[in-house]
């Protein structure tokens, strides 16, 4: 005999996302696990129960009745046989009284299939008695084994998520969706089984019927936790004088949003109608409707529950934001309303109006939905962050296999339609299927990639547009944009950062408050990650925060952004510049998918990166050779080629700059009228293009003056005044000489060597040196002093810039004074030999290297007679 049991209210779990990394089992999921294989062995239990061969005799018991009273009997079984009837009591069995289904059962126990056994009944008051010949037991039925499938699938779906967040704290999500997911197999494969004679019976139906309790609460549950606390508003702000309504919502607010008592009370409701419910039956002596176990009111606070979640779920939905989370929630949402609707009508509204729960199996069938709805949404959308590896290869055999069914289909049917035909029929259709086939299965594979791979396609094709934008892309500006602001983008992530190195420090334009837009690199996180090639999380660095004040200001501005990655961009072991990824807009981790992209586009980055900064300088030094050769023009387009001398006077100068374009300069200044000239030497302190331009102003000052008849001591003091400016080091070195008919002449010197003077007789000398020798334009008041010498015929003064004594070797070895002194006396004193051959001596010294500073050199010789 065996009684069929009733159904429950199904609940539907909810998913969250999460990372998939490896993590020690949390001391918590102990006594999950252990409810788990608890409730799994239960339900091995049941089904072994409804399958083992026993004697049967065809009668279902009513499940709600605590008297032996028959509900149906099977048809074609013993009990049809004998005339068994619905609403009849078993009072006797074998001749012998029985009270319970247990009774039954010892008794079935003692006798075998075929046997025939005498049943006592109660029918309409009296009493009868029938034999009944025992069969084959057949309590598992087509029905059943539907409501285990979908039992199963629940269970291992939610075993499957709880693995993959060992982690997760107490009452979190996946928890939550296991508790779940084990209440739904305990609800489907305990309570929706057929009752039986065996002790069996009465455990499994029974812990069916605790699961019927528990289950809507769980569901309720889950969808209030998923995929974060679901915050609820049932009081606006508050507001002086504020009634106790107000209060009480706001208390109520508090209650159900931050108390942990809330999901106690949440369990602890449906037991406490259950019990509440059965006392008053038994204290009133009224008549309890029980439905599958459980009294109507439990299923109507069933429904209440699983509508509750629903409205949650919805809530959810709502706030999600745009992208995956919410293709996530919508794809369990449809799965879930598909699954729960029709059983809130059929499992909860008809039994409660009509009394019966004949339609509760169509109720269940939807079920399916919901854990088929789960795990399609693990597959395509990664839901908990669940990520299964689904082989390709084994998709695209599946896809061939399909396009070969069909191809095999499409042969027989045109060889059986055109069988008539000519032989060579079937030889040309098979060829032009081969043609065709392997192009049509190529095809197949694209959509595929997008159905099953989608974050992964979609992520791979996103790396390619990035890897070609970067091959294109030569600008450090454009790098940055690419590599932080696009994969923000692709990888959903709240910000990302690129601090490029820039000399001492490391500098980005993307970088969000209050991560400071220049890092120092000498910093020892810096350092570090210069010597990784991996990306890094910063809590990994923290040790550095004892040891630097700049590697603890810029860990803890990190920690206050959330940061999750550090990734060095590096080439041949330099660091280019450092990314910097902030967390996920979904909250989730960065998994292993994540990491590969995030190496691929580093690796692409950091060669960008080195071949931009190269493109660069290059382009800068191109831009100042330009600038140079402009400046160099200039600049010797303004030096004459060739110095005026008085009559009795021989002249000669030559310039060489240190580098392209130097700061030195010579000229010839107008006289005093009587025929004089006064030629000058000139050192700015500065090379390259603003030392030319700072010549070019000397030149043109020096000039102005000399043309409005200016002593010598007003051209220097008018020079100063135009050429000094506060806050800015650049002055001129002068030497001004001039020489008048005769053979005498004066000089000033402004932060030039003294000039030497040879004698005809080959003796060198220095010329007095002047008390007042302050370059020009150094401070705001200066003074020069303006000295006189006189030359006898064949004497030759030489003026030249410390260029010439600060000529190196390669070893270091300056030119020097008594080299200068030597070679001058070793000529016969032509000017024109003696600046030559000083150039000749400074390159054979230095052995052809480049000038250490410009070399300037003005020579000039006194030919005629006494003054």
């Known amino acids: 005999m065996a009684a069929a049991a009733g159904g429950t209210h199904p609940a539907r779990p909810r998913s969250i996302v999460v990372p998939i990394m490896t993590h020690p089992r949390s001391p918590g999921l102990v006594p999950v696990l252990t409810f788990g294989a608890v409730a799994f062995l239960v339900a091995c239990l049941s089904i072994l129960d409804m399958f083992l061969p026993r004697p049967y005799d065809g009668v279902i018991l009513d499940p709600d009745r605590?008297?032996?009273?028959?509900?149906?009997?099977?048809?074609?079984?013993?009990?049809?046989?004998?005339?068994?009837?619905?609403?009849?009591?078993?009072?006797?069995?074998?001749?012998?009284?029985?009270?319970?289904?247990?009774?039954?059962?010892?008794?079935?126990?003692?006798?075998?299939?075929?046997?025939?056994?005498?049943?006592?009944?109660?029918?309409?008051?009296?009493?009868?008695?029938?034999?009944?010949?025992?069969?084959?037991?057949?309590?598992?039925?087509?029905?059943?084994?539907?409501?285990?499938?979908?039992?199963?699938?629940?269970?291992?779906?939610?075993?499957?998520?709880?693995?993959?967040?060992?982690?997760?704290?107490?009452?979190?999500?996946?928890?939550?969706?296991?508790?779940?997911?084990?209440?739904?197999?305990?609800?489907?494969?305990?309570?929706?089984?057929?009752?039986?004679?065996?002790?069996?019976?009465?455990?499994?139906?029974?812990?069916?019927?605790?699961?019927?309790?528990?289950?809507?609460?769980?569901?309720?549950?889950?969808?209030?936790?998923?995929?974060?606390?679901?915050?609820?508003?049932?009081?606006?702000?508050?507001?002086?004088?504020?009634?106790?309504?107000?209060?009480?919502?706001?208390?109520?607010?508090?209650?159900?949003?931050?108390?942990?008592?809330?999901?106690?009370?949440?369990?602890?409701?449906?037991?406490?109608?259950?019990?509440?419910?059965?006392?008053?039956?038994?204290?009133?002596?009224?008549?309890?409707?029980v439905v599958s176990g459980a009294p109507i009111s439990n299923w109507v606070l069933m429904g209440d529950y699983l509508v509750l979640g629903l409205l949650a779920l919805l809530g959810s939905l709502l706030r999600a934001e745009e992208g995956r989370e919410r293709r996530q929630i919508a794809t369990v949402f449809v799965g879930t309303v598909a699954g729960v609707t029709p059983f809130l009508v059929l499992g909860v509204v008809l039994?409660?109006?009509?009394?019966?729960?004949?339609?509760?199996?169509?109720?269940?069938?939807?079920?399916?939905?919901?854990?088929?709805?789960?795990?399609?949404?693990?597959?395509?959308?990664?839901?908990?962050?669940?990520?299964?590896?689904?082989?390709?290869?084994?998709?695209?055999?599946?896809?061939?296999?399909?396009?070969?069914?069909?191809?095999?289909?499409?042969?027989?049917?045109?060889?059986?339609?055109?069988?008539?035909?000519?032989?060579?029929?079937?030889?040309?259709?098979?060829?032009?299927?081969?043609?065709?086939?392997?192009?049509?299965?190529?095809?197949?594979?694209?959509?595929?990639?997008?159905?099953?791979?989608?974050?992964?396609?979609?992520?791979?094709?996103?790396?390619?547009?990035?890897?070609?934008?970067?091959?294109?892309?030569?600008?450090?500006?454009?790098?940055?944009?690419?590599?932080?602001?696009?994969?923000?983008?692709?990888?959903?992530?709240?910000?990302?950062?690129?601090?490029?190195?820039?000399?001492?420090?490391?500098?980005?334009?993307?970088?969000?408050?209050?991560?400071?837009?220049?890092?120092?690199?000498?910093?020892?996180?810096?350092?570090?990650?210069?010597?990784?090639?991996?990306?890094?999380?910063?809590?990994?660095?923290?040790?550095?925060?004892?040891?630097?004040?700049?590697?603890?200001?810029?860990?803890?501005?990190?920690?206050?952004?959330?940061?999750?990655?550090?990734?060095?961009?590096?080439?041949?072991?330099?660091?280019?510049?450092?990314?910097?990824?902030?967390?996920?807009?979904?909250?989730?981790?960065?998994?292993?998918?994540?990491?590969?992209?995030?190496?691929?586009?580093?690796?692409?980055?950091?060669?960008?990166?080195?071949?931009?900064?190269?493109?660069?300088?290059?382009?800068?030094?191109?831009?100042?050779?330009?600038?140079?050769?402009?400046?160099r023009r200039v600049q010797f387009s303004l030096i004459p080629a060739t110095l005026p001398a008085p009559p009795g006077w021989q002249v000669a100068a030559r310039c060489v700059p240190a580098r392209q374009v130097g700061g030195d300069f010579y000229d010839a200044l107008a006289g005093n009228g009587d025929g004089s000239v006064a030629l000058v030497v000139g050192d700015v302190s500065g090379k390259s293009v603003p030392g030319a331009m700072v010549m070019v102003a000397a030149r043109e000052v020096l000039h102005t003056a000399a043309l409005g008849g200016a002593t010598p001591a007003q051209i220097f003091e008018i020079a100063n005044q135009r050429l000094y400016t506060p806050g800015r080091r650049m002055f001129v070195a002068l030497a001004y000489l001039l020489v008048s008919a005769g053979g005498s002449g004066s000089y000033v010197l402004a932060g030039q060597p003294t000039p030497l003077l040879r004698r005809a007789s080959g003796e060198v000398e220095e010329l007095p040196s002047p008390l007042h020798r302050l370059p020009v334009g150094a401070l705001r008041e200066a003074s020069w002093d303006l000295l006189d010498f006189a030359l006898r015929p064949g004497d030759t003064v030489l003026l030249y810039s410390d260029g010439l004594t600060d000529a190196r070797t390669p070893d270091g070895e300056p030119f020097g004074d008594e080299r200068v002194a030597a070679i001058l006396a070793r000529g016969d004193g032509d000017p024109a030999a003696v600046v030559d051959g000083m150039l000749r001596e400074v390159e054979a010294f230095t052995l052809g290297g480049e000038p250490y500073d410009d070399i300037t050199l003005v020579a000039v010789r006194w030919s005629g007679g006494r003054p």
Not at 495 to 515: D, F, I, N
Not at 546 to 568: C, I, K, M, N, Y
């Open 66 to 289: 605590s008297e032996l009273v028959v509900r149906a009997v099977a048809p074609g079984s013993g009990a049809a046989a004998a005339g068994l009837q619905p609403g009849d009591r078993i009072a006797g069995v074998g001749r012998e009284v029985v009270r319970s289904a247990s009774d039954v059962a010892q008794l079935l126990q003692r006798h075998h299939v075929g046997e025939r056994v005498p049943y006592l009944l109660e029918r309409d008051g009296g009493l009868l008695e029938r034999d009944v010949q025992l069969g084959p037991r057949q309590l598992g039925t087509a029905s059943y084994l539907y409501a285990c499938f979908s039992g199963f699938l629940f269970f291992f779906i939610g075993l499957y998520v709880l693995l993959q967040r060992p982690d997760e704290p107490q009452g979190g999500p996946s928890r939550v969706f296991f508790t779940l997911c084990t209440l739904f197999l305990l609800f489907l494969v305990c309570r929706l089984r057929p009752a039986s004679y065996s002790w069996i019976d009465g455990v499994v139906l029974t812990t069916g019927t605790l699961s019927l309790l528990v289950l809507p609460a769980a569901f309720l549950h889950f969808f209030l936790v998923f995929p974060r606390r679901l915050k609820l508003t049932l009081a606006g702000a508050a507001a002086p004088g504020e009634g106790s309504g107000g209060r009480f919502l706001r208390a109520a607010e508090r209650f159900v949003n931050s108390s942990p008592n809330f999901f106690r009370l949440l369990y602890l409701l449906p037991p406490l109608f259950y019990v509440v419910t059965l006392l008053i039956g038994l204290v009133f002596a009224v008549h309890i409707r």
């Open 351 to 631: 039994p409660s109006l009509l009394r019966t729960d004949r339609f509760l199996f169509w109720g269940e069938v939807p079920l399916t939905l919901i854990p088929l709805t789960f795990a399609y949404a693990i597959v395509r959308f990664q839901f908990f962050d669940i990520r299964i590896i689904v082989r390709k290869s084994l998709l695209y055999t599946l896809a061939t296999a399909v396009v070969a069914g069909i191809y095999g289909l499409g042969i027989a049917a045109s060889t059986l339609l055109f069988s008539g035909s000519s032989p060579y029929f079937p030889l040309l259709l098979a060829l032009a299927v081969l043609a065709i086939f392997d192009p049509l299965r190529r095809r197949l594979q694209e959509p595929v990639d997008r159905f099953f791979f989608r974050e992964v396609y979609d992520a791979r094709r996103a790396v390619e547009e990035v890897s070609a934008a970067v091959v294109r892309e030569f600008s450090i500006d454009g790098l940055e944009a690419l590599l932080a602001t696009r994969l923000s983008e692709i990888m959903h992530l709240e910000w990302a950062a690129l601090h490029v190195r820039e000399g001492k420090v490391m500098v980005s334009r993307t970088a969000p408050p209050p991560l400071a837009r220049e890092l120092p690199a000498g910093a020892l996180v810096i350092e570090e990650l210069a010597r990784l090639d991996e990306p890094v999380r910063p809590g990994v660095l923290e040790p550095f925060k004892t040891l630097d004040p700049d590697s603890r200001r810029l860990l803890e501005q990190l920690a206050a952004l959330g940061a999750r990655l550090l990734v060095p961009l590096r080439t041949r072991g330099q660091l280019h510049a450092v990314l910097s990824l902030g967390p996920k807009r979904s909250e989730e981790e960065f998994g292993q998918d994540d990491l590969q992209l995030v190496r691929t586009l580093a690796n692409q980055g950091a060669v960008a990166l080195e071949n931009a900064r190269l493109l660069r300088d290059r382009t800068r030094q191109v831009e100042l050779e330009k600038e140079l050769e402009i400046a």
